[in-house]
């Protein structure tokens, strides 16, 4: 699916009048058990609703993971009679996890990346959560090839959440900026986000080597931001560190961090990939955006610099 068959829509808006919608991805999973528990503690506290979807194909193998009947009638791409299987799992996990949440349901066929995503533009959906092995999560062995697909085509942001991640209320959020133009829209929908928890949310940049211009960007964002948040909701930060990735996990572990987000295709002077680089040293759910997504709606609305 190409990014450029429907318009970036912003993922949350605290004044909006509807409710905010959530997608959780699940392959039955330990991992998409723990993210369907994170998401659920989330929905509560923002007041979201959520839609529990499993795409998948005739002939899937689910590993005991679910029912023998339930397995098998997903293997044979019986949908409509495996549904009631599917309320049932559900039920006995919400009991579980000691919550009377009511989710939507949706079990569907195809390409598992392919039907996710349409399912999130089909529902306007604000959020994707998707479970993770852990430590190097963003790895194709740590979150897996579908969710990667979904991290790269999604038209909303993706919170990958790791196995061991326990949720707690949302205090301190770290974005990773590159002070590009994509960061202004992200800055602004993470401060909506931030309003709902009376969470901080603080902007750093780790550079390996000192950098004039650094400096002047640093000042454009602090005086957008700052002047319009007197009451100290978002701070920016600059730090230099031999190792950009270890920098900034520093940072999260001194000033307790409790959600990290990310632009997916920061790349730093090595070439790598900051999003599969962090996730190799943390445990904190990261909320991904994607580049070409945003690209269009930065490109709008980020102020000029003059």
């Not at 029912?67 to 949908?79: I, V, Y």
């Amino acid at each position: 699916m190409s990014s450029s068959k429907i318009a970036f829509r912003p993922w949350f808006n605290a004044s909006d009048q509807e409710q905010t919608r959530i997608l959780v991805a699940t392959d039955f999973s330990e991992p998409a058990k723990n993210a369907l528990r994170y998401a659920v503690q989330l929905a509560e506290d923002m007041n979201a609703d959520i839609n529990l979807i499993h795409v998948g194909h005739v002939g899937q193998q689910y590993h005991d993971r679910i029912s023998e009947p339930f397995a098998e009638l997903l293997s044979a791409g019986k949908l409509q009679e495996a549904f009631p299987f599917f309320e049932s799992y559900v039920s006995q996990l919400l009991d579980e996890f000691e919550s009377d949440i009511e989710l939507d349901l949706t079990l569907s066929s195809g390409p598992s990346a392919t039907g996710i995503i349409q399912e999130s533009d089909d529902t306007d959906t604000a959020l994707i959560i998707i479970g993770a092995q852990g430590v190097n999560m963003f790895s194709k062995q740590g979150i897996g090839s579908v969710a990667l697909e979904v991290l790269d085509q999604a038209h909303c942001p993706v919170l990958a959440v790791p196995i061991d991640a326990k949720y707690e209320p949302i205090n301190h959020m770290m974005y990773a900026t590159e002070f590009s133009q994509e960061d202004f829209s992200i800055i602004d929908q993470l401060l909506e986000f931030a309003s709902q928890f009376n969470a901080k949310l603080s902007c750093t940049h780790v550079r390996d080597e000192k950098a004039h211009w650094e400096e002047a960007e640093l000042s454009l964002f602090e005086k957008k931001y700052q002047d319009e948040h007197s009451d100290r909701m978002i701070d920016f930060f600059i730090s230099t560190h031999e190792n950009v990735v270890h920098g900034l996990y520093e940072f999260v572990t001194e000033y307790k961090v409790d959600l990290i987000a990310l632009l997916h295709h920061h790349r730093y002077a090595n070439g790598h990939s900051v999003t599969k680089q962090m996730s190799m040293y943390t445990d904190i759910p990261m909320l991904v955006f994607g580049t070409d997504s945003m690209r269009a709606e930065s490109a709008l609305d980020a102020p000029s610099a003059s």
